[in-house]
């Protein structure tokens, strides 16, 4: 996925020469904390917050370009960087939200903290089953049948638990991605799960055919 994916496109954006006022209705008129400031040709030139308004108010400033921080000063993310950049500049910076820019310099999005969230909410949701079955056509001319009994092989091994491949498909219709993770012990077991399933599909075909 790339960051245009993720991006909202649907965002306000001040210029230099507006007053402190204008923006402050602007930005509670649609309900956001942080506004990119541009110029005639939308590039990037400044950052706004919630709270460069609220000192600008305080302290009598009239025009943004009396509160804006630097274009310099503020992160961003091109339209086809890959979307986990902005999620980590997200993560590890506390960023509300990142501007997203197109090869002219010019704002064409917002990757939001909460638009991330949503995200991330809606992959926790996502059926186990459904990742089984994408693990089934990635792993051509495998049986249903096969990826469920080698699942049910190594999850015993890992767990020391005895458990039927039949045992082990009634596991998984009904859990979720967020519930597995939390199951397993973290996203890294899960998928380290998942590859020893893929791993040991394959070691028993190559057997079979051996023989």
């Known amino acids: 996925m790339k960051a245009k994916e993720l991006m909202d496109k649907d965002f306000v954006y001040l210029n230099a020469e507006d007053t ?3 923006a402050s209705i602007a930005m509670e008129h649609v309900r956001r904390f942080t506004c990119p400031v541009v110029n005639d040709n939308k590039q990037l030139i400044g950052w706004v917050t919630a709270f460069d308004i609220t ?4 302290e009598g400033s009239e025009k943004i370009s009396d509160v804006m921080s630097s274009c310099r000063e503020v992160a961003t993310v091109h339209e086809d ?3 986990r950049k902005a999620v980590i500049l997200t993560a590890n910076n506390k960023f509300v939200t990142v501007p997203v820019l197109n090869d002219d310099n010019q704002v064409i999005g917002m990757v939001r903290a909460c638009d991330i969230v949503e995200l991330l909410s809606n992959l926790y949701d996502i059926k186990v089953e459904s990742l089984y079955k994408e693990m089934q056509n990635q792993l051509k001319g495998v049986t249903w049948e096969e990826l469920m009994s080698a699942s049910a092989l190594v999850s015993t091994k890992t767990t020391g638990k005895k458990i039927t491949a039949e045992e082990y498909e009634a596991n998984i219709m009904n859990a979720t991605f967020g519930e597995a993770i939390w199951a397993t012990g973290g ?4 998928f380290a799960g998942l590859i020893s399933v893929g791993e040991m599909v394959v070691a028993r075909r190559v057997g079979r055919a051996k023989k």
């Open 55 to 58: 000192k600008g108010l305080r």
């Open 81 to 83: 960087d890959p979307a």
């Open 187 to 190: 996203l890294e077991k899960f």
């Open 20 to 22: 402190v006022v204008e």
